[in-house]
Every structure is written in structure tokens, then in C-alpha cells.
């Protein structure tokens, strides 16, 4: 063989070795990353039920003190929480010192300062659990027990970005009434024999209060961030115009993702991602309603998109508001992980898991059973979605590993 010949074979080989080697790296990056997925799984589904139990062993902390020190930018509370019971414990049972008209928006809810300091917020049950809301899909009061739902919800995608909650029930008359600022008091009365107050918010009217039965009123309530993790709130980029007759861009616009994709945070960083894990979290509650979104001030786009505010879901379980999944369907791309976790949620796993995340809360049954099956059905919806941007671009364009630096552009 000419040495020239020998040269080609061997520059040949070289390649085929280099490609082969990427290619093993990678498949086996990829395997390690899927068991680590499923792994991850695992250890949520054994840790679902949350036994609310005050005690706190090692630690001389408070419970307000650790759920502060779980905080960090890309998630609200660590994957492994034993003191998680003893958290929501606190939050269900401590004293009430303090009640206040909550802070400004449109629904009605109240600031409750527990003992030890920690601020909560609490909604006010307003609808029986099978009451459906007719109409648009953010249409109707907030829900109390979509909060509740929502964040183990949370818990099992494995998001871990929605602040604590758990249901509650309170006595209007001896627990919020000697504590409450002349604010709250002020929008206090009587029903017949139900107490009932209707708060200060821009769709609070006296004409339209929450009441207790008698005085015992149920509720939920939610962490309140530490202050050292101030909020930025952000215009959500496939929010609604609210306006009859009017459409946002993205209603119409099938391109819209690409412009989405060259502008600040989205065009670098992990925001475009969460926006598409919110729009499939929102998706299966039936939450029609994130006009805008908070994260972490001066992030730059780093920091998580916490999911706050998810009272407006779980209106209509027969209502499938397809374009809530907009963000995905028109971007075509989702995390892995993600991905990974909702196929391992399938076949009725879902209803199952948030069923007995939800079974050793204070106002269970949590949701209806309608609710529960169309979460599921929902879940097939989103996971065709996928399978369609697949089939269209291709598994490597659609499935965006989480450990990439993203970038768009």
C-alpha cells in the first residue's frame, strides 16, 4: 500500500474513532442523566405523604428559619425535606399575632403574621369542592385549594418553585378578630349567623364577602419568601390582553417563539425553559391566569420563575384551554428532565401521587375526582404535543438537556 493511501485509511480511521468515541460520550451522558431522573422519581413518590409533625430532632431552628434557609435561586425548597412536615405543621397550627388586609391585586386574601414572626397568606375557601366555574378559563373567585393543590403538584414534577402551602381552618371571631388592624376590621359583618369579611382588593366589594360556617372559616395559606429574596415581577410574554376582540401577538402570530427567542431573558439562560415547564404545570391545573410572573431581583434571567399565585385553576375540569400550552407547542422544546418526569407520571400515576401528596392535608379531600381525571387526560394532551414537535424537528432539537448553556439565538 502507497504511503499516501496508508495516510487516507488512517486519517479515516481517526474520524471514525473520533465520532465514535462523541457519540458512546454521549449516549452515555444521556443514560446516566435518564437514571438519575428516574431515581429522582423514585424518591419523590417515597416521600409524598407529608405526616405533619411539630417536632423538630437535630436542630435548635425554628420551622421558619429552616424553610428561609432552603431559598436559593433555582428552587424554592430542596429535593429532600424532612423538616417539611414540621413546617406546614407550624403553618396550620401557630398562633395568629397579627391579621391584615392582604397585599395589593385583584382577588381577596389576608396578611396573617404567625407566632414567631413569619408572614402567611391567607385565601378564603369560596366554592364547595365540586362547584365548576362556567365561563372563560380565569373566570370566578380565586380557590383556595387550587394553592393547595398546586404545590404538591410542584413537589411531584419535580419543579420544587412554588412557596409552601397547606389548607387551614381559622375562627374568625377569636383568632383574627382580636388581632386584626382596623383595615381588615373595618370590612367585617354578619350574615345570619356566619361571619364574613371581604377584604381590601380591586374586585373587594361588601356586596361580595367570604363567609365562615358560623365562625370557622377554611382557608389556605402560604409561605411567605424571606425579604432577602426581594420580587421582580415580569410581564408574562404569552400573557392575555383581557380585551374582547383583541388578540396578543402569540394568538396569532405561529413565529412568535422566534421573536420571543431574541429578546432579554429568553435568548440565553434557563427563563425560556421555565416558561415552558409553567405552561405545562399551568396546563394540567387549568390555569388560564399568569398575565405576569415574579422572579428574583438582579438575576439577570438566572433565577428561577417562582410559581406564585395559582388560585385560578381547577375551575372547570372539563374545560381543556389548549392554549395555555401555547409556549410549548409554538417553541417546540422541553427540558429532559421534564419530559422524563411526565412519562413517568403517566397511566394514572399522577392522580395517584397528588392524591396521597395531598391525603394528610388539614382540609382533605383536596380536590374532587373530576379534577383529579382531567389532570390526567391533560397530562396525555401535553405529552402528544411532545411527541408532534418530535416527529416535526427531531428528538435533539425538541428535548434540551438541563446541564446545556441554552442559547437561542
Known sequence: MKLKQRVVLLAIL?????FTKVFLIDNLDTSAANREDQRAFHRMMASLRVELDPRLDHTLQSPWEIAAQWVVPREVYPEETPELGAVMHAMATKKIIKADVGYKGTQLKALLILEGGQKVVFK???????????????????RHNAEVAAFHLDRILGFRRAPLVIGRFVNLRTEIRPVAT?????????????????????????????????DTMEGSVTLWLPDVWPLQKHRHPWG???????LARWEYDESYCDAVKKTSPYDSGPRLLDIIDTAIFDYLIGNADRHHYESFQDDEG???LILLDNAKSFGNPSLDERSILAPLYQCCIIRVSTWNRLNYLKNGVLKSALKTAMSHDP???VLSDPHLDAMDQRLQSILATVKQCTDQFGPDIVLVEDRMTLSHL
Open 363 to 365: 382540609i382533605s379531600p
Open 182 to 214: 382596623e383595615q381588615l376590621l373595618s370590612t367585617f359583618l354578619m350574615l345570619g349567623n356566619s361571619t364574613c369579611f371581604y377584604g381590601k382588593c380591586y374586585y373587594c366589594r361588601e356586596t361580595e364577602p367570604a363567609c365562615a360556617d358560623g
Open 302 to 304: 438566572a433565577s428561577m
Open 240 to 246: 392575555r390582553t383581557y380585551r374582547e376582540g383583541k
Open 124 to 142: 378564603p375557601k369560596r366554592y364547595a369542592r365540586d362547584y365548576v366555574v362556567e365561563g372563560e378559563p380565569y373566570a370566578g373567585y380565586d
Open 14 to 18: 481517526l474520524v471514525i474513532f473520533i
